[in-house]
């Protein structure tokens, strides 16, 4: 059972950024999945959901219109295309399989001019 994301690095405030989160060795169409951030001195906070089957999406107040969750099942990999991105969004990315549970590793995001 492994979750693998990727796709983080710096940007300028404004720009996008695509995180990709890879998933092995569990049933990922029965999981409903979560992006979290955690940046440096602060808890982890929850940032948006994704249903199993793709049909429902849920967002921090923090991010909505600014950040979209989004799955591919057959590749068994979930996504969180961030825009408009600004320096408190700097962080490191979680993502969360609920069904199992399991956590990914992380990835940076650093938002800065």
């Known amino acids: 059972e492994q979750l693998v994301e990727s796709g983080g690095g710096l940007v300028q405030p404004g720009g996008s950024l695509r995180l990709s989160c890879a998933a092995s060795g569990f049933t990922f169409s029965s999981s409903i999945m979560r992006w979290y951030r955690q940046a440096p001195g602060k808890e982890r906070n929850y940032v948006a959901s994704i249903s199993n089957d793709g049909g429902s999406t849920e967002y921090a107040g923090s991010v909505k219109g600014r950040f979209t969750i989004s799955r591919d099942n057959a590749k068994m990999t979930v996504f969180l295309q961030m825009n408009s991105l600004k320096p408190e969004d700097t962080a490191v990315y979680y993502c969360?399989?609920?069904?199992?549970?399991?956590w990914g590793q992380g990835t940076q995001v650093t938002v800065s001019s």
């Open positions: 969360y399989a609920q069904a199992v549970p399991l």
